[in-house]
């Protein structure tokens, strides 16, 4: 299992969520509303944003991640890949069961 995480501003966040879930490239999408500051060409920003928790396959990162890339609004946006060495075996199968 494989899980990426995302910050989207919240306008977009569940489209993004949806349209993984749609093309079968996650099977699961969880978010939180969150703060996030941080620098952007020479200025601190602070802004609302949403962390997207999503759940995919080892297979099907890259597909995601370049679906994420082409819906995301900013340049540069945060995608992030955790690979999990456990997890119930019953959410992992259900995980390759849902993804594509």
Same mark, same amino acid.
């Given at each position: 299992?494989?899980?990426?995480? @995302?910050?989207?501003?919240?306008?977009?966040?569940?489209?993004?969520?949806?349209?993984? @879930?749609?093309?079968?490239?996650?099977?699961? @999408?969880?978010?939180?509303?969150?703060?996030?500051?941080?620098? %952007?060409?020479?200025?601190?920003?602070?802004?609302?944003?949403?962390?997207?928790?999503?759940?995919?396959?080892?297979?099907?990162?890259?597909?995601?991640?370049?679906?994420?890339?082409?819906?995301?609004?900013?340049?540069?946006?945060?995608?992030?890949?955790?690979?999990?060495?456990?997890?119930?075996?019953?959410?992992?199968? %259900?995980?390759?069961?849902?993804?594509?």
């Amino acid at each position: 299992m494989t899980t990426v995480y @995302v910050t989207a501003p919240p306008a977009v966040a569940s489209g993004i969520a949806t349209a993984l @879930v749609e093309a079968e490239l996650a099977a699961c @999408v969880n978010r939180f509303d969150c703060r996030s500051t941080y620098r %952007w060409d020479g200025e601190i920003v602070r802004e609302d944003e949403v962390a997207l928790l999503i759940k995919t396959t080892a297979d099907r990162y890259d597909a995601l991640r370049s679906r994420v890339e082409s819906i995301h609004p900013h340049d540069a946006p945060c995608i992030e890949r955790f690979d999990e060495t456990d997890c119930a075996d019953p959410f992992g199968e %259900w995980i390759g069961e849902n993804v594509r």
